[in-house]
Each structure stands twice: as C-alpha cells, then as structure tokens.
C-alpha cells in the first residue's frame, strides 16, 4: 500500500488557465500521413480527426497536464503524455503498425523493442504496463547466432536453465511456454506435468522464431493457471510483403553441420497475398559420450490481407528431432557438488535414442471494426509424438566406480487443440482487453523397465572411470509389464482487464479470469478424475513520472493444478493445486531519443502447497509421476535490465537479478526449511554486446553468462557457480554476404548449469569451447 500511496503523492496539481487550440501531424513512422485518425486529449475527452494530409485541430483546453491519445485501423495506440500550453504547437504523432500476421519492417539496427502485442494480449508500449515485460527482438536473436530455445534465457532477468525443457523463472522450476501467445508447445507433453506443462528432453529450436515476449511474474489473468515466475512466449516467422530470400550454412566443432534456405513475398500481383516456406536442417555430435542430435524443420505460411482492416493467417510446421544417446542425465557428483568423472561420461549407450514427430497447424483472423475496437480468432493444432529408449543411472555401487543402470522403453504423445479469442476497445478513459481460451489434449503415455543386473535384471553397470559401452544394450520386456496412461484434459478460460486513465499521468489496471478444468484418463489400472474451478485478479497502477520515465506497482495472485498423472494414492496423491500471489514494483526509463530502455523492478512472490517430484517414484517405487506437497515457499528479488543502442555503432544488452529464496515449511523434509529452491541461484545475469568498427563492414560481438552457486536441497549435493564468456565477429563480404565466426565459452569453462533430483544423477554439464564458422546471405542489404 506504501507504493501505492507513494505515486499520488507524485501528481502534478492541475492548472485553469485556457490555451489556444492545438495543432498537429499523425503519420507512419516512415513520415506517410494517416488520414481518419482521431486523437483524444484526457481528461477533457477533447477530440479532432486528421485531414488527408495526416493534419489535425484539437479544440481550445485550459492549462494543465493531459494524455494525448491516437490510433487507428491496423496501427499501435501511441500515447504520449502533454503539458499545456508549453506542448500545445505542431504535435508529431507517429504511429506504428500492428504486426500480427504479416512482417511489414526491416530488421532494426537494435535490440530495443518498446512495444509488446502478444504476450500483453493487446498492443501496448512498455512504458505504460504496470508490471514487468521484455521483448528480445529480432536483431538480438540474430546476433547471438543461437540455436536452442534456452540460450535466450540469459539474456532475461530472473530466468535460469534448468535440466531438459525446464527454466528457473523467480526461482520456480516450470516448463510451460507459449508460441503465438497461444498453447500448443511442439517440443513440449502432457499439459499440466509436475512444474507447469510439458515435461520433455527435446531440445526447443529457434530456427522460426522472430522475437520473443516475456511477462514475468503470474500471468493467470491473461494466460490461465501456471508457474508464478512468469510466462515466455515464442513469435514465429511470418510472410514479408516485400520479395525476400535467405540462405545460411555452418559448421564448426563436434562435427556440426547445419544451414536453411527461406523465400517470401507477395504471391500474386495483387499484392494482397503473401507466402513464406523455409527448411532448417542440422546434424552434430555433442561432447558427452555418445550424444549428438539432428534437426529437420519446415515452416510455412500464408498471410491474406482481406481489406484495409482485416488480414488471415496460416502456419504449418513439421519438426522431426533424433537426439543420439541423447536422454542425458547428469554427471554424478558428490556433496559438494564435485563431479565424480569426467564432463564426458554418460549412462546412455550409443543405441539410446530420443525422438520427436511434431505437426502445428494455426490459423490467425485479424479485424478491427473501428478505430478503437480489435479483435483477433486463433486455432492451434499440435500432434506430436515421442518414443524414447534410454538406460537411466541409479546409485553407485560399493565399489565406488560401478553406476548401476535400468533401462526404460517410454513413449508420450499427444493431440492439442486450442481456439482462443481477444479483443480490445478503447472506450474514453478506458482501454479494455477481454478473451476467452478453449485448450482440450488428449494424451498417451507407456512406459516399461529392464531391472539392473544388480537386482536381477539383465541391464549391467557401467565404469564411471573406463566405460565400456555396447556390451548389452538390447532387452526384452515382457508387454503385460508396460505401464499405459491416458489423459483427457479441458480448460476454458474467460478473462477481462481493464486499464483506466485515471488522471493524465495515471492508470489504474484491473483484470479478472475465471478458468474450468476437468481432466480425465486412467494411469495404468486406476482411473483419473480431477476438476477445478479457478479465479484469479491483478490490480495494478503505472504513473508517469515524465515522457519518458513510469513508475509501477502491482498485485496478482496464480495457481497451478496439480498433475493429473499425480492424482492417484501411488503418486502420493490426491493433491490440491499450488497457490501464489505476487507484489511487485518497479520504474522504466527510456534514454537517448528512445533507444535505450531500463527496467528495474522488486518482487516478492508467496506459494503454497508446492509440489515436488518423488525421488523414489511414490510408494511402489515405480510411479515417475509421483510428487510430495513440500509446503510454503517465498521468493523475492530484484531485476535489472538494460537494453538498447549506447551509441551509433554500440548496442548491447545486459541483466542482473538478486533472488532470495527459502523454503518456509516443508512437512515431509524438515531439513530442507531455510534452504532456497532447487536451482534458485542467488545471482545470476547475462551481457551481450555489438560493436560497429566504422566503414569496414565488420562487428564485434562479447557475450557472457553469470551464475551463483546453487544448491539442491533434497538431494543433498551443490552446483558451483560460474561466469562464461563468448566472442565473435561478422563481417560482411559485400551487401548481401556475411560471415559469421563465433567461439562460445572462449576459456573453455568447466561448470554446471543446472542439477537434477539425485546425486546419481547429478548436476548437467555445460558446452566445452565450441567455433563455429557460418555464411549468411539474404537479398536485404546486410548491416
């Protein structure tokens, strides 16, 4: 309430005084003038329309502090705040275009985006949100020169890596993310595993993703149940409206190979269609024993823009992933978080694989019925397949050098659906966003075990300092052994926010959702049967300080259902969801003409009921998705980002995030009370940076990653901190070829970058020092 308090003891007094008549230009950010536009001055609702040449009028007004607001059909809302009479002569409104379906600008020579659609639900400049979001644009995804999802995640504030599809957001393991503001994850699984959605070892590709959205903190209002760290969403390619090719190959350490090819445009002379298609291929080995992976991926698409305010969009991608040897576990360590071997060794055998099928079809319908009313209508459809054969370590023996071993043939599999609905309308002081989600998946999973020889099985163990692969790997398991499960899972969500220009600095945010669950399957004999009814709210306020400085503070709550699969007697259950609730506050400054953006921001985030998973499988031994309720937890922190273009020929990025966490009670490990969440790093931050030598054509590129020590406080054993360090150089070898040399983990840092539940499974190994060489070309003049 103190902040609360604090940000109107920030408001400016009113003046009476009259002011002549204001005047001034609404055009693109190009310089075109935009005709019909009506601007509207808050608080005295005040209107005008632009003429043909983008010119407009604003009746007279008396002296004092206004909003002045502007958009119109297929463009962002700008509001800017104004103080009269000083800002009264020859306003210049610019405004930009929405850009949901068809990609209408170049590549920005930045890694500032200050404007967030997707993940907001609604098209909003960052300034103005009252809680945290950043948006990694296009031009910092193609600096890094990454290809997995999670080497995004260092370059935000508050996000670790955590083992397989998993990230540490605020200190909170989870899984789920979004690809088009929407469900439907293609390298991800059953909807509501343990930590929110999706538990998978695939490996998440960036090959068609043009930037990506984050909002941190819960997220249930706008996107439903889930983690409380926050939510991240992936935006995929979309056709161009202007005729465009590219082409990239490289190679590099670990034997990798990999390139694409990428051809869009208008598709008839109409110029009302437009079409995009794209293959991405990789192959390479990895340094643990065994591993390597390969990646074939097609995207395609079609954009019709139906009028000058209605556009449809389609999407197709099929992904085909073979990960060699590739369900790694970690490394075994001892307490102290020392690994017990070499950053080379494996439990896997060379005939281990893990595979992923996936098809994504998605359709987007775009209208805006007035200047102030937008819709958008989104249908997903995902299959997806997963078979995997693996052998799994399970203790070290006596002896101190044998890791005993079982073997498990799994396979998990599922068809999505998803439609969801969102609208937004500008009534005077009022911007409403209001939708709705229908998600239904219906999932399979099997499983069954080979038993280690140890126990009298036929897998046999392996040499932690001499391992000899290959000497038994193929097993028969008898088919009335395999455990089946199916999952039937349906959610509707309906939800409606409400950001209200309170006074001209001020706005006061209010949202609610209303969320149904009903899951149904059986796991193995026993049948499943969960329903839930949710509500969930955030209040929120946002001033600004200045044009170019708001200050925010927010309250919202979430949930998380538990796992359906975990609802039975032999998964410890059944269980109640986890409940959380946030504060947080914060300010955003923009410096430097708007090219560079600073967010900071405090939280503090409450969970209750937290769920766990079982190390030793549930009662039997035997259920992978069991988990124990553990209690109450509490994080709170504080995030640091900059963003932007420093000078003419320097744009970085940089983050820093302080997280204390501790776990209040735990019923089941007492000894676990006072100790932080497992892979919750106290520090941890992330610096990358592009410098432009002058007239040569060449840029130089410095990327690094912090971690603080982490600690695993149910298995009992550490994860070392570390800092890591990359460099690179592009240099462009005429207006359309570029080389691309890069050399990631330059000292050849040997560290942990996340740990899993057991000492036998240890803390998960990072990348040794790996080159990679690679040419790019595209039609579009390179930078």
């Given amino acids: 309430m103190r902040a609360f308090l604090l940000l109107f003891l920030l408001l400016p007094a009113l003046h009476a005084q009259t002011t002549p008549a204001c005047q001034g230009k609404i055009t693109t950010l190009t310089g075109a003038p935009i005709p019909a536009v009506s601007p509207e001055l808050s608080p005295s609702g005040l209107t005008a329309t632009s003429n043909a040449s983008g010119q407009f009028t604003l009746p007279t007004a008396p002296a004092g502090s206004y909003t002045i607001t502007a958009t119109g059909r297929g463009f962002l809302p700008l509001v800017l705040p104004l103080q009269l009479p000083a800002d009264c002569a020859n306003l210049a409104l610019k405004l930009d275009s929405i850009q949901t379906t068809i990609e209408v600008n170049e590549r920005p020579d930045n890694f500032l985006a200050t404007v967030s659609v997707s993940v907001t639900k609604s098209p909003t400049k960052l300034l103005d949100l009252p809680y945290s979001v950043q948006v990694l644009p296009k031009a910092l995804l193609e600096d890094r020169n990454v290809q997995d999802i999670k080497d995004v995640y260092r370059n935000i504030s508050g996000v670790t890596d955590s083992p397989y599809s998993a990230m540490t957001f605020r200190g909170f393991t989870q899984r789920e993310v979004l690809f088009n503001g929407v469900r439907g994850n293609p390298y991800g699984s059953l909807d509501n595993d343990i930590n929110d959605a999706g538990f998978s070892t695939s490996q998440g590709r960036l090959s068609n993703i043009e930037f990506v959205e984050v909002l941190k903190g819960p997220a249930a209002v706008l996107f439903g149940g889930g983690e409380a760290g926050g939510i991240v969403n992936f935006v995929t390619r979309k056709p161009r409206n202007t005729p465009a090719a590219e082409a990239s190959f490289r190679t590099g350490s670990f034997a990798q190979r990999g390139g694409h090819g990428e051809i869009t445009g208008p598709l008839f002379r109409t110029k009302n269609v437009f079409y995009r298609a794209a293959l991405y291929a990789e192959d390479r080995k990895l340094f643990r024993y065994n591993a390597g992976s390969e990646n074939i991926h097609l995207a395609s698409g079609l954009s019709w823009r139906l009028g000058e305010a209605t556009s449809l969009g389609f999407e ?111 009534i005077a002081r009022h911007n409403l966003t209001f939708g709705f989600e229908a998600v239904r998946q219906d999932w399979v999973g099997r499983y069954g075990t080979a038993r280690e020889a140890e126990r009298g099985g036929p897998v046999p163990g392996l040499d932690l300092f001499a391992p000899l692969y290959g000497r038994s790997t193929f097993y028969t398991i008898n088919p009335a052994a395999y455990t089946r499960q199916n999952v039937l899972t349906n959610r509707q969500g309906y939800f409606l926010q409400d950001q209200i220009e309170l006074l001209p600095r001020l706005q006061l945010l209010l949202g609610a959702r209303l969320e149904r669950f009903n899951d149904s399957g059986r796991a193995g004999a026993l049948p499943l049967q969960a329903s839930l009814t949710a509500l969930t709210g955030r209040a929120a306020l946002v001033y600004r300080l200045r044009s170019n400085l708001s200050a925010f503070s927010s309250f919202s709550n979430a949930f998380n259902r538990a796992p359906s699969l975990a609802q039975t007697p032999l998964a410890n259950g059944p269980h109640d969801a986890e409940r959380g609730r946030q504060f947080e506050v914060g300010f955003k400054a923009e410096f430097s003409q708007s090219r560079v953006l600073l967010n900071a921001s405090y939280f503090r985030i409450a969970k209750s009921n937290v769920l766990r998973l079982d190390p030793n499988f549930g009662p039997n031994g035997d259920n992978f998705a069991a988990v124990f309720p553990i209690g109450k937890v509490r994080n709170q922190g504080l995030e640091f980002d900059l963003t932007g273009k420093l000078r003419s020929n320097l744009s970085l990025i940089v983050n820093y995030a302080f997280l204390d966490s501790v776990i209040l009670a735990d019923r089941f490990t007492p000894s676990a009370t006072g100790k932080a969440l497992p892979n919750a790093a106290r520090h941890s931050g992330g610096l990358f940076l592009r410098y432009d030598v002058q007239k040569t054509g060449t840029s130089l590129h410095l990327g690094s990653e912090l971690r603080g020590r982490r600690f695993e406080p149910y298995a009992g054993f550490a994860a070392a901190g570390y800092a890591i360090w990359d460099i690179g150089i592009f240099q462009n070898l005429g207006p359309k070829l570029q080389l691309r040399a890069q050399l990631d983990n330059a000292f050849d840092k040997l560290y942990p970058t996340a740990s899993l539940f057991a000492a036998r499974a240890g803390n998960v190994p990072g990348t040794p020092r790996t080159f990679t060489l690679g040419l790019h070309f595209k039609t579009a003049k390179t930078r």
């Fill in 316 to 426: 197709y991608e099929y992904i085909d992933q073979n990960l060699l040897a590739h369900r790694l576990r970690g490394v075994p360590v001892n307490a102290a978080g020392a690994w017990l071997t070499n950053r080379e060794w494996t439990a896997s055998e060379p005939t281990d694989t893990s595979q992923l099928q996936a098809r994504v079809f998605q359709t987007r319908l775009d209208h805006a019925f007035t200047s102030t009313l937008r819709t958008d209508l989104s249908f997903r459809y995902l299959n997806y397949d997963r078979p995997e054969r693996y052998h799994e370590p399970r203790g070290i023996n006596p002896d101190g050098r044998t890791m005993r071993r079982e073997y498990r043939d799994q396979f998990r599999g599922n068809q999505d659906l998803s439609l969801t609905a969102n609208g937004y309308q500008r």
